[in-house]
Protein backbone atom coordinates (compact mmCIF):
# COMPACT_ATOMS: atom_id res chain seq x y z
CA UNK A 1 0.00 0.00 0.00
CA UNK A 2 1.29 3.40 -0.82
CA UNK A 3 0.40 6.47 1.16
CA UNK A 4 0.68 10.16 0.24
CA UNK A 5 0.32 12.73 3.21
CA UNK A 6 -0.74 16.29 2.50
CA UNK A 7 -1.63 19.19 5.22
CA UNK A 8 -4.31 21.72 3.37
CA UNK A 9 -3.79 23.87 6.62
CA UNK A 10 -3.51 23.69 10.40
CA UNK A 11 -6.58 20.86 10.84
CA UNK A 12 -6.92 19.70 7.57
CA UNK A 13 -5.35 16.67 6.04
CA UNK A 14 -5.64 14.60 2.67
CA UNK A 15 -4.44 11.23 2.29
CA UNK A 16 -3.99 9.73 -1.09
CA UNK A 17 -3.63 5.35 -1.28
CA UNK A 18 -3.09 3.50 -3.58
CA UNK A 19 -2.98 -0.25 -3.25
CA UNK A 20 -1.77 -2.76 -5.54
CA UNK A 21 -4.10 -5.52 -7.40
CA UNK A 22 -1.80 -8.24 -6.04
CA UNK A 23 -2.28 -6.84 -2.30
CA UNK A 24 -6.61 -6.84 -2.75
CA UNK A 25 -6.35 -10.71 -4.90
CA UNK A 26 -7.03 -12.90 -2.50
CA UNK A 27 -9.86 -10.62 -0.36
CA UNK A 28 -11.58 -10.39 -3.86
CA UNK A 29 -11.75 -13.87 -4.23
CA UNK A 30 -13.29 -14.30 -0.28
CA UNK A 31 -15.47 -11.61 -1.29
CA UNK A 32 -16.83 -13.42 -4.72
CA UNK A 33 -17.35 -16.46 -2.35
CA UNK A 34 -18.69 -14.60 0.61
CA UNK A 35 -21.37 -12.80 -2.23
CA UNK A 36 -21.86 -16.24 -4.05
CA UNK A 37 -23.25 -17.95 -1.29
CA UNK A 38 -26.63 -14.71 -1.21
CA UNK A 39 -27.14 -15.30 -4.82
CA UNK A 40 -30.82 -16.76 -6.07
CA UNK A 41 -30.59 -17.24 -9.93
CA UNK A 42 -32.66 -19.60 -12.01
CA UNK A 43 -31.11 -22.97 -12.57
CA UNK A 44 -29.24 -23.14 -9.68
CA UNK A 45 -29.58 -23.56 -6.20
CA UNK A 46 -28.81 -20.66 -3.78
CA UNK A 47 -24.95 -20.02 -3.00
CA UNK A 48 -24.09 -22.60 -5.79
CA UNK A 49 -24.20 -20.53 -8.86
CA UNK A 50 -20.67 -20.73 -9.93
CA UNK A 51 -18.34 -17.79 -9.49
CA UNK A 52 -17.69 -16.90 -13.48
CA UNK A 53 -21.36 -16.79 -13.63
CA UNK A 54 -22.15 -14.30 -10.70
CA UNK A 55 -19.25 -11.89 -12.06
CA UNK A 56 -20.65 -11.67 -15.18
CA UNK A 57 -24.23 -10.67 -13.86
CA UNK A 58 -23.26 -8.86 -10.50
CA UNK A 59 -19.75 -7.25 -11.37
CA UNK A 60 -20.28 -3.85 -10.76
CA UNK A 61 -22.21 -4.62 -7.87
CA UNK A 62 -19.39 -6.92 -6.52
CA UNK A 63 -16.65 -4.46 -7.06
CA UNK A 64 -18.27 -1.57 -5.38
CA UNK A 65 -19.30 -4.02 -2.08
CA UNK A 66 -15.86 -4.78 -2.23
CA UNK A 67 -14.18 -1.17 -2.48
CA UNK A 68 -16.46 0.16 0.23
CA UNK A 69 -15.20 -2.54 2.77
CA UNK A 70 -11.38 -2.04 1.12
CA UNK A 71 -11.65 1.52 1.93
CA UNK A 72 -12.19 1.35 5.49
CA UNK A 73 -9.69 -1.01 6.02
CA UNK A 74 -6.98 0.59 4.14
CA UNK A 75 -8.08 4.00 5.65
CA UNK A 76 -7.77 2.81 9.09
CA UNK A 77 -3.67 1.71 7.88
CA UNK A 78 -3.05 4.86 6.31
CA UNK A 79 -3.79 6.40 8.96
CA UNK A 80 -2.29 4.54 11.89
CA UNK A 81 0.88 4.56 9.60
CA UNK A 82 0.67 8.61 9.65
CA UNK A 83 -0.54 8.51 13.31
CA UNK A 84 -3.65 10.86 12.08
CA UNK A 85 -6.34 11.07 14.82
CA UNK A 86 -9.40 12.31 12.62
CA UNK A 87 -12.15 14.38 14.75
CA UNK A 88 -14.70 14.24 11.76
CA UNK A 89 -15.56 11.34 9.27
CA UNK A 90 -13.29 10.91 5.95
CA UNK A 91 -14.68 12.69 2.83
CA UNK A 92 -14.03 10.25 0.28
CA UNK A 93 -12.86 11.55 -3.18
CA UNK A 94 -11.60 10.29 -6.37
CA UNK A 95 -12.62 6.40 -5.71
CA UNK A 96 -11.16 3.85 -8.39
CA UNK A 97 -11.17 0.32 -8.63
CA UNK A 98 -11.98 -2.71 -10.52
CA UNK A 99 -11.27 -6.53 -10.59
CA UNK A 100 -7.28 -6.87 -11.60
CA UNK A 101 -6.82 -3.23 -10.68
CA UNK A 102 -5.54 -1.53 -8.13
CA UNK A 103 -7.55 0.23 -5.54
CA UNK A 104 -7.02 4.21 -5.34
CA UNK A 105 -8.51 6.69 -3.54
CA UNK A 106 -8.52 10.64 -1.48
CA UNK A 107 -9.65 10.73 2.29
CA UNK A 108 -10.08 14.29 3.12
CA UNK A 109 -10.25 14.67 7.48
CA UNK A 110 -10.01 17.25 9.58
CA UNK A 111 -7.53 16.76 12.81
CA UNK A 112 -6.74 18.86 16.04
CA UNK A 113 -4.41 21.47 15.19
CA UNK A 114 -0.53 21.78 16.45
CA UNK A 115 -0.75 23.98 19.51
CA UNK A 116 2.36 26.28 19.77
CA UNK A 117 2.23 28.13 23.09
CA UNK A 118 3.37 31.21 24.02
CA UNK A 119 6.25 31.40 26.38
CA UNK A 120 4.04 31.97 28.87
CA UNK A 121 6.09 31.37 32.07
CA UNK A 122 8.00 34.62 31.13
CA UNK A 123 5.48 36.52 29.46
CA UNK A 124 1.94 36.06 31.14
CA UNK A 125 0.86 39.15 32.47
CA UNK A 126 -2.78 39.06 34.45
CA UNK A 127 -4.64 41.29 36.90
CA UNK A 128 -6.40 39.66 40.04
CA UNK A 129 -9.46 41.42 41.68
CA UNK A 130 -9.37 41.64 45.12
CA UNK A 131 -12.72 42.58 46.75
CA UNK A 132 -13.02 44.19 50.49
CA UNK A 133 -16.47 43.74 51.37
CA UNK A 134 -18.24 46.45 54.20
CA UNK A 135 -20.99 46.11 56.43
CA UNK A 136 -23.65 47.02 54.21
CA UNK A 137 -23.04 43.57 52.76
CA UNK A 138 -23.02 42.17 55.96
CA UNK A 139 -26.47 43.62 56.65
CA UNK A 140 -28.15 42.47 53.55
CA UNK A 141 -26.83 39.11 54.13
CA UNK A 142 -28.46 39.31 57.73
CA UNK A 143 -31.72 40.90 55.51
CA UNK A 144 -31.96 38.10 53.03
CA UNK A 145 -31.82 35.22 55.68
CA UNK A 146 -34.32 37.02 57.80
CA UNK A 147 -36.47 37.45 54.85
CA UNK A 148 -36.36 33.82 54.32
CA UNK A 149 -37.75 32.93 57.48
CA UNK A 150 -40.59 36.28 57.82
CA UNK A 151 -43.84 35.55 58.40
CA UNK A 152 -46.37 37.40 55.66
CA UNK A 153 -49.30 39.04 57.46
CA UNK A 154 -51.95 39.82 55.52
CA UNK A 155 -52.97 43.76 56.27
CA UNK A 156 -56.39 45.76 56.33
CA UNK A 157 -54.97 49.04 56.28
CA UNK A 158 -53.87 50.96 53.80
CA UNK A 159 -49.78 49.49 51.93
CA UNK A 160 -46.97 51.68 52.75
CA UNK A 161 -43.10 51.18 51.61
CA UNK A 162 -41.79 47.82 51.62
CA UNK A 163 -45.16 46.19 51.38
CA UNK A 164 -46.37 43.15 49.02
CA UNK A 165 -48.89 43.40 46.49
CA UNK A 166 -50.74 40.83 45.16
CA UNK A 167 -51.55 42.02 41.65
CA UNK A 168 -53.19 41.63 38.52
CA UNK A 169 -51.00 43.81 36.11
CA UNK A 170 -52.67 44.13 32.35
CA UNK A 171 -50.71 46.81 29.97
CA UNK A 172 -52.52 49.22 28.04
CA UNK A 173 -51.72 50.83 25.18
CA UNK A 174 -50.75 54.67 24.45
CA UNK A 175 -54.96 55.52 24.59
CA UNK A 176 -55.34 53.34 27.84
CA UNK A 177 -57.24 51.12 26.17
CA UNK A 178 -56.28 47.50 27.76
CA UNK A 179 -54.23 45.34 25.19
CA UNK A 180 -55.53 41.65 24.70
CA UNK A 181 -53.16 38.56 25.96
CA UNK A 182 -50.89 41.61 27.86
CA UNK A 183 -52.47 40.54 31.34
CA UNK A 184 -50.57 38.50 33.92
CA UNK A 185 -52.45 37.55 37.01
CA UNK A 186 -51.34 37.02 40.60
CA UNK A 187 -48.09 38.67 40.24
CA UNK A 188 -45.95 39.90 43.27
CA UNK A 189 -45.00 43.32 43.55
CA UNK A 190 -43.06 44.51 46.87
CA UNK A 191 -43.74 48.49 46.92
CA UNK A 192 -40.65 50.78 46.59
CA UNK A 193 -38.77 47.94 44.64
CA UNK A 194 -37.49 48.86 41.65
CA UNK A 195 -39.81 50.02 38.96
CA UNK A 196 -42.18 50.16 41.87
CA UNK A 197 -40.07 53.05 43.28
CA UNK A 198 -39.76 56.63 42.69
CA UNK A 199 -42.38 58.37 40.80
CA UNK A 200 -44.51 54.98 41.25
CA UNK A 201 -44.11 54.83 45.23
CA UNK A 202 -46.82 57.63 45.38
CA UNK A 203 -49.24 55.60 43.89
CA UNK A 204 -49.05 52.14 45.52
CA UNK A 205 -49.37 54.21 48.73
CA UNK A 206 -52.87 53.64 50.81
CA UNK A 207 -54.06 50.85 48.38
CA UNK A 208 -56.94 48.09 49.68
CA UNK A 209 -58.19 44.77 48.16
CA UNK A 210 -59.93 45.83 45.34
CA UNK A 211 -58.40 49.23 44.57
CA UNK A 212 -56.85 49.83 40.97
CA UNK A 213 -53.87 52.13 40.19
CA UNK A 214 -51.85 52.37 37.31
CA UNK A 215 -47.91 52.46 37.37
CA UNK A 216 -45.67 53.35 34.01
CA UNK A 217 -42.21 51.54 33.82
CA UNK A 218 -39.81 52.40 30.92
CA UNK A 219 -39.36 49.66 28.43
CA UNK A 220 -37.04 50.96 25.68
CA UNK A 221 -33.75 52.14 25.39
CA UNK A 222 -35.24 55.40 24.13
CA UNK A 223 -36.89 55.97 27.48
CA UNK A 224 -40.23 55.21 26.06
CA UNK A 225 -42.90 54.60 28.89
CA UNK A 226 -45.36 51.34 28.98
CA UNK A 227 -48.43 52.35 31.28
CA UNK A 228 -49.95 49.20 33.33
CA UNK A 229 -53.35 48.87 35.42
CA UNK A 230 -52.71 47.00 38.50
CA UNK A 231 -55.94 45.52 40.24
CA UNK A 232 -54.78 44.64 44.45
CA UNK A 233 -56.11 41.28 45.29
CA UNK A 234 -54.08 41.23 48.65
CA UNK A 235 -51.52 43.53 50.48
CA UNK A 236 -49.00 42.05 53.02
CA UNK A 237 -46.12 42.91 54.95
CA UNK A 238 -43.33 40.93 56.12
CA UNK A 239 -42.66 40.30 59.56
CA UNK A 240 -38.87 39.48 60.21
CA UNK A 241 -37.98 37.24 62.82
CA UNK A 242 -35.81 39.24 65.96
CA UNK A 243 -32.55 38.95 65.91
CA UNK A 244 -32.41 37.09 69.44
CA UNK A 245 -30.16 34.85 70.41
CA UNK A 246 -32.41 31.58 69.47
CA UNK A 247 -32.42 33.01 65.72
CA UNK A 248 -28.79 33.37 65.99
CA UNK A 249 -28.22 29.91 67.22
CA UNK A 250 -30.57 28.54 64.01
CA UNK A 251 -28.77 30.32 61.31
CA UNK A 252 -25.38 29.71 62.73
CA UNK A 253 -24.65 27.25 65.90
CA UNK A 254 -20.95 28.33 66.10
CA UNK A 255 -21.79 32.30 67.12
CA UNK A 256 -22.07 32.90 70.59
CA UNK A 257 -23.44 36.31 70.40
CA UNK A 258 -24.88 38.72 67.38
CA UNK A 259 -21.25 40.69 67.73
CA UNK A 260 -19.51 36.56 66.83
CA UNK A 261 -22.36 36.02 64.06
CA UNK A 262 -21.96 38.80 62.07
CA UNK A 263 -17.60 38.43 62.18
CA UNK A 264 -18.98 34.86 60.90
CA UNK A 265 -20.92 36.34 58.00
CA UNK A 266 -18.00 39.05 57.06
CA UNK A 267 -15.92 35.95 57.03
CA UNK A 268 -18.21 33.58 54.80
CA UNK A 269 -19.01 36.83 52.43
CA UNK A 270 -15.12 37.39 52.15
CA UNK A 271 -14.58 33.49 51.24
CA UNK A 272 -17.24 33.86 48.56
CA UNK A 273 -15.58 37.25 47.04
CA UNK A 274 -12.01 35.13 47.00
CA UNK A 275 -13.37 32.36 45.32
CA UNK A 276 -14.99 34.97 42.74
CA UNK A 277 -11.93 36.49 41.97
CA UNK A 278 -10.03 33.19 41.66
CA UNK A 279 -12.17 32.41 39.59
CA UNK A 280 -12.20 35.24 37.39
CA UNK A 281 -8.17 35.47 37.97
CA UNK A 282 -8.80 31.88 36.12
CA UNK A 283 -10.55 33.46 33.02
CA UNK A 284 -8.14 35.75 32.74
CA UNK A 285 -5.29 33.21 32.32
CA UNK A 286 -7.64 31.64 29.68
CA UNK A 287 -8.04 35.28 27.82
CA UNK A 288 -4.10 35.23 27.73
CA UNK A 289 -3.73 32.21 26.02
CA UNK A 290 -7.05 32.84 23.71
CA UNK A 291 -5.06 36.12 23.11
CA UNK A 292 -1.68 35.25 22.73
CA UNK A 293 -2.17 31.69 20.57
CA UNK A 294 -2.83 31.32 16.90
CA UNK A 295 -5.31 28.91 16.76
CA UNK A 296 -8.30 28.00 14.55
CA UNK A 297 -10.50 25.42 15.57
CA UNK A 298 -11.58 22.65 13.44
CA UNK A 299 -15.10 23.83 11.77
CA UNK A 300 -16.30 19.50 12.55
CA UNK A 301 -15.23 20.26 16.16
CA UNK A 302 -17.80 23.51 16.51
CA UNK A 303 -20.82 22.13 14.42
CA UNK A 304 -21.06 18.95 16.28
CA UNK A 305 -20.95 20.64 19.62
CA UNK A 306 -23.08 23.06 18.41
CA UNK A 307 -25.70 20.11 17.54
CA UNK A 308 -24.85 18.24 20.04
CA UNK A 309 -26.31 20.80 22.39
CA UNK A 310 -29.09 21.43 20.25
CA UNK A 311 -30.06 17.87 20.39
CA UNK A 312 -29.48 17.78 24.49
CA UNK A 313 -31.86 20.93 24.70
CA UNK A 314 -34.46 19.25 22.72
CA UNK A 315 -33.91 15.88 24.89
CA UNK A 316 -34.30 17.33 28.21
CA UNK A 317 -36.75 19.74 27.65
CA UNK A 318 -38.41 18.83 24.51
CA UNK A 319 -37.11 22.83 23.56
CA UNK A 320 -38.53 24.35 20.32
CA UNK A 321 -36.40 26.94 19.22
CA UNK A 322 -35.40 28.70 16.49
CA UNK A 323 -32.18 26.35 15.36
CA UNK A 324 -29.97 28.25 13.17
CA UNK A 325 -30.69 31.61 15.10
CA UNK A 326 -29.20 29.44 17.93
CA UNK A 327 -26.76 28.22 15.48
CA UNK A 328 -25.30 31.73 14.88
CA UNK A 329 -25.64 33.52 17.83
CA UNK A 330 -23.97 30.61 20.05
CA UNK A 331 -20.86 29.90 17.25
CA UNK A 332 -18.36 32.86 18.62
CA UNK A 333 -18.58 30.98 22.49
CA UNK A 334 -18.39 27.99 21.27
CA UNK A 335 -15.31 28.51 19.43
CA UNK A 336 -14.00 30.31 22.32
CA UNK A 337 -14.42 27.07 24.24
CA UNK A 338 -13.04 24.85 22.22
CA UNK A 339 -9.92 26.91 21.44
CA UNK A 340 -10.01 26.21 25.19
CA UNK A 341 -10.50 23.19 25.17
CA UNK A 342 -7.29 22.25 22.49
CA UNK A 343 -4.71 24.96 24.27
CA UNK A 344 -5.67 22.77 27.76
CA UNK A 345 -4.90 20.11 26.14
CA UNK A 346 -1.35 21.47 25.39
CA UNK A 347 -0.57 22.60 28.03
CA UNK A 348 -1.43 19.90 30.14
CA UNK A 349 0.68 17.52 27.94
CA UNK A 350 3.83 20.21 27.87
CA UNK A 351 3.50 20.69 32.05
CA UNK A 352 3.15 17.00 32.23
CA UNK A 353 0.11 17.20 34.81
CA UNK A 354 -1.58 13.53 35.77
CA UNK A 355 -4.20 12.80 38.43
CA UNK A 356 -3.63 9.48 39.65
CA UNK A 357 -6.65 7.09 40.86
CA UNK A 358 -5.25 7.54 44.67
CA UNK A 359 -5.57 10.86 44.70
CA UNK A 360 -9.30 10.86 43.29
CA UNK A 361 -10.06 8.18 45.83
CA UNK A 362 -8.58 10.36 48.16
CA UNK A 363 -10.95 13.07 47.12
CA UNK A 364 -13.72 10.96 47.78
CA UNK A 365 -13.47 9.91 50.69
CA UNK A 366 -12.73 13.81 51.53
CA UNK A 367 -16.41 14.65 50.23
CA UNK A 368 -17.67 11.78 51.87
CA UNK A 369 -15.87 12.83 55.75
CA UNK A 370 -17.49 16.16 55.19
CA UNK A 371 -21.06 14.92 54.78
CA UNK A 372 -22.58 12.98 57.02
CA UNK A 373 -25.87 12.76 55.04
CA UNK A 374 -26.27 11.38 51.16
CA UNK A 375 -23.23 9.36 51.70
CA UNK A 376 -24.59 5.83 50.08
CA UNK A 377 -25.81 8.41 46.83
CA UNK A 378 -22.22 9.90 47.08
CA UNK A 379 -20.67 6.28 47.11
CA UNK A 380 -23.02 5.32 44.09
CA UNK A 381 -22.53 8.36 41.98
CA UNK A 382 -18.72 7.86 42.29
CA UNK A 383 -18.84 4.53 41.10
CA UNK A 384 -19.77 5.12 37.77
CA UNK A 385 -16.65 5.86 35.69
CA UNK A 386 -18.00 8.73 33.65
CA UNK A 387 -18.54 10.48 37.04
CA UNK A 388 -15.28 9.51 38.63
CA UNK A 389 -13.15 10.94 35.25
CA UNK A 390 -15.05 14.26 35.26
CA UNK A 391 -13.36 14.27 38.99
CA UNK A 392 -10.35 13.76 37.87
CA UNK A 393 -10.79 16.11 35.08
CA UNK A 394 -11.86 18.56 37.82
CA UNK A 395 -8.73 18.08 39.96
CA UNK A 396 -6.62 18.20 36.59
CA UNK A 397 -8.41 21.78 36.12
CA UNK A 398 -7.49 22.91 39.41
CA UNK A 399 -3.63 21.42 39.25
CA UNK A 400 -2.98 23.23 35.80
CA UNK A 401 -4.49 26.43 36.85
CA UNK A 402 -2.15 26.74 40.08
CA UNK A 403 0.88 25.54 37.70
CA UNK A 404 0.02 28.78 35.79
CA UNK A 405 -0.75 30.73 38.78
CA UNK A 406 3.06 30.29 39.38
CA UNK A 407 4.67 31.55 36.43
CA UNK A 408 2.06 34.45 36.20
CA UNK A 409 2.84 37.33 37.02
CA UNK A 410 -0.18 38.60 38.71
CA UNK A 411 -1.25 42.87 39.65
CA UNK A 412 -3.92 42.89 42.43
CA UNK A 413 -6.12 45.73 41.98
CA UNK A 414 -8.54 46.25 45.35
CA UNK A 415 -12.13 46.82 44.73
CA UNK A 416 -14.71 47.78 47.64
CA UNK A 417 -17.94 46.25 47.23
CA UNK A 418 -18.98 49.71 47.96
CA UNK A 419 -17.81 50.75 44.66
CA UNK A 420 -19.61 47.87 42.80
CA UNK A 421 -22.86 48.84 44.28
CA UNK A 422 -22.58 52.56 43.18
CA UNK A 423 -21.66 50.98 39.65
CA UNK A 424 -24.65 48.57 39.35
CA UNK A 425 -27.00 51.87 40.33
CA UNK A 426 -25.31 53.58 37.84
CA UNK A 427 -25.75 50.83 35.38
CA UNK A 428 -29.32 50.34 36.47
CA UNK A 429 -30.12 54.14 35.74
CA UNK A 430 -28.84 53.78 32.44
CA UNK A 431 -30.77 50.86 31.44
Known sequence: MNVKLKEINSYTRQVTVSVPWGDLESAFEAHIRRFSKKVRMPGFRKGKVPQKVVIQNF????????????IEIHYAEALQEHKIVPVNRAKIE??????????????????????????????MKVKKN?????NTDVDAYIEEVRRQFAEVRTIEEGSIDGHLLLVDMQEMDSSGVPIIGKKVEDRYIKVGDGVFGGTNLSRLT???????TFVEAETTKEGGLTKYELTIKNVQEEVFPEMNEEFIKKIDSEATDETSFKE???????????????????????DYFLQSTDLEPPPSMVDNYIEHSIEQAKSNNGETFDEDKYRNEARP??????????????????EQLWIPDEEVDEHIDKILKSTEDEKGQIRRYYKKSSNKEKLRDDLLDRSLFQKLKEYAKISEVTIS?????KQHELSTEGA
Do not use: C
Not at 98 to 118: D, M, Q, R, W, Y
Open 59 to 70: GPELEAEFAQDS
Open 94 to 123: DLQFSKGSSLNFKATVEVEPAIKLPKYNRK
Open 130 to 134: VYVPD
Open 206 to 212: GLKVGDT
Open 264 to 286: NVMKSIQERLDRDAEGQLNEAII
Open 333 to 350: SVVRSIKWVLIRKALIKG
Open 417 to 421: TSDLR
